[in-house]
């Protein structure tokens, strides 16, 4: 039997306008008006995290209309945290800057009622790692010699980064300790108001060893100033990095991911955030993207949706036992 030409014309554009209404239904679970929110003042951490969202999205043209950036500072996040879960619960134009931070300080318990489980952890774009860092004049050459006189002076050897006693600065130390079976309470740990002022503290011999991050010492590895003892990542990075050895291959099984991601509201239709995940993931996947991201010192991390619920939780686990061994929580 021969089928009519016109009808099978017709019964193709139905079918291609069937997947484009669907299609075009699944965008608009992303309203045209975006909104990222910075749990903190402009020009941090979590700034540069809304920002590279924000910049990258309209950079690639996968949003239509700038996404506007807001600053929530207040309780190292707390506010932001309470404000998605008591206000803005269900927004589908909304996400939320996080970071390891706020996993240490959900662990901790400094986001009040709520716990790791009251909002849709949507993903991470970037990771930047830990860094454990001596000046060039140092008597120790690798984080063997560190840790052998760590042992058997860890009154005299000052860490120091930019964070006080439970912040994740912190708790670098404190897993290295851990790692040569030293408890972190015998660590002589100095707090600073941010890894700037650490590291002045460290070329002025106030501190002896400073718990930073390998994006901002980019600047002064060819200093001559400085000798990375280790990188906290799971394999040494490039560029720059190259030459870096990781605690792990010498013996010292500690990683220290610090990654940039977002939350969004806990009631957010499972339409809206599939969306976010889609969209965040082809970002991730664009080029244009990878330099924005470069620009920013931040290495590639891509884990969205559930892999990512699931890292984060796994994370604020680990920190919370951590924390109690030191008597830091109860």
Known sequence: MKINPTLRRASGLAVIGSALFIGQAHAQT?????????????????????????????????ISKPMMVSYMPGGIGAVAYNHVNGVRTDDPGLIVAASTGAAVNL?????????ADEVRWLGALGVDYGA????????????????????????EIAFGAGGTVGSQDWMKAALIAKSGDMSPRDLRYVAFEGGGEALAALLGD??????????????????????????????????PYAEIPTAAEQGYDVQWPIWRGYYMG???????????IERMQELAEDPVFAELREARGL????????????????????????????????
């Open 299 to 330: 290495f590639p991390m891509s884990r969205f949706g559930d892999d990512f619920d699931s890292y984060v939780k796994e994370q604020v686990g680990e920190f919370k036992g951590l924390a109690e061994e030191v008597g830091l929580t109860q």
């Open 206 to 239: 106030h501190i002896q060893v400073f718990t930073g991050d390998l994006s901002e010492l980019k600047s002064q590895l060819g200093s001559g100033k400085i000798r990375v003892l280790a990188a906290l990542s799971e394999e040494r990075m490039d560029g």
């Open 107 to 115: 662990a901790l318990g400094k986001f009040g009622q709520y716990d």
């Open 266 to 276: 806990p009631d957010v239709s499972d339409e809206a955030y599939q969306a976010w």
């Open 132 to 155: 454990i860092v001596v000046s060039a004049d140092a008597p120790w050459e690798n984080l063997d010699e560190l840790m052998a006189d760590l042992k058997d002076n860890p009154g």
């Open 30 to 62: 992303i309203p045209e008006s975006t909104e990222c929110i910075a749990p903190a003042k402009p020009g941090g951490g979590y700034d540069l995290t809304c920002r590279l969202a924000a910049n990258g999205l309209q950079d690639t043209g996968l």
